[in-house]
């Protein structure tokens, strides 16, 4: 399987022409660093694609999300349930009433 760094093409070209280069100019002990120059200057190779640009907004919005995370823990500890809050008995008391048929004498 071919990588995609091998595949962008400004890459291939800088690479293709310091090749040639080799065969033009004579090869002495400063051509690697020449051709190590021109590599350079092309720049950090960027792979196109829908992963690396999901993988930024990932990375950007991390430091966000933990922020937002902490400040819901700590918003919910300190929220504290008092001895008022019973949800359970309110639902309980809400299936203990009588159903409209029964009320209406509509029962069979």
Same mark, same amino acid.
């Given at each position: 399987?071919?990588?995609?760094?091998? %595949?962008?093409?400004?890459? *291939?070209? #800088?690479?293709? +022409?310091?090749? $040639?280069?080799?065969e033009?100019?004579?090869?002495?002990?400063?051509?690697?660093?020449?051709?190590?120059?021109?590599?350079?200057?092309?720049?950090?190779?960027?792979?196109?694609?829908?992963?690396?640009?999901? %993988?930024?907004?990932?990375? *950007?919005? #991390?430091?966000? +999300?933990?922020? $937002?995370?902490?400040?819901?823990?700590?918003?919910?500890?300190?929220?504290?349930?008092?001895?008022?809050d019973?949800?359970?008995?309110?639902?309980?008391?809400?299936?203990?009433?009588?159903?409209?048929?029964?009320?209406?004498?509509?029962?069979?």
């Open positions: 399987m071919r990588s995609k760094v091998t %595949e962008n093409p400004s890459f *291939r070209k #800088a690479l293709r +022409s310091a090749h $040639l280069s080799r033009k100019d004579e090869t002495g002990g400063d051509w690697p660093f020449r051709v190590m120059k021109r590599v350079r200057e092309i720049g950090p190779v960027t792979i196109p694609g829908f992963w690396p640009d999901f %993988e930024k907004l990932v990375w *950007r919005l #991390a430091p966000v +999300s933990g922020i $937002l995370v902490l400040a819901l823990v700590f918003l919910f500890l300190n929220i504290g349930s008092g001895f008022s019973d949800y359970l008995g309110t639902v309980i008391s809400e299936l203990d009433q009588p159903p409209m048929g029964e009320l209406l004498g509509l029962e069979s």
